[in-house]
């Protein structure tokens, strides 16, 4: 079984940086591409970035300047770099993994953590 737990999130000032974390565990999860995406309120939730089992990465256009996405497969966990942020930024921070076609869309990811709150303040 297949479990998801994101952590890292929190309060910070407009212009400052959080790293959040994805722990991932189950058998096939190593393989699987592992995203992150972010729901903030009254929006739909949406595409942040992926990074695949063997380290290809993608980006939604606005946030490849101050995010980064990484994994490392022998901590089994997916990270979230996050720098220069801003107001708009506050969500809930999803970590989802998929074992299909690398994909921004989200119906590809089959799995899903339970979201870790950032707030950003201005």
């Known amino acids: 079984q297949v479990q998801l737990v994101e952590s890292g999130g929190g309060l910070v000032q407009a212009g400052g940086s959080l790293r959040l974390s994805c722990t991932y565990s189950?058998?096939?999860?190593?393989?699987?591409?592992m995203a992150w995406y972010r729901q903030a309120p009254g929006k739909q939730r949406e595409f942040v970035a992926h990074v695949t089992s063997g380290g290809t990465t993608d980006y939604a256009d606005s946030m490849q300047e101050r995010f980064t996405v990484s994994r490392h497969n022998g901590k089994n966990t997916l990270y979230l770099e996050m720098n220069s942020l801003k107001p708009e930024d506050t969500a809930v921070y999803y970590c989802a993994a998929s074992l299909g076609v690398p994909s921004s869309h989200r119906e590809r990811y089959t799995w899903w953590g339970q979201g870790t709150q950032v707030t950003v303040s201005s």
């Open positions: 189950g058998a096939t999860v190593g393989a699987a591409t």
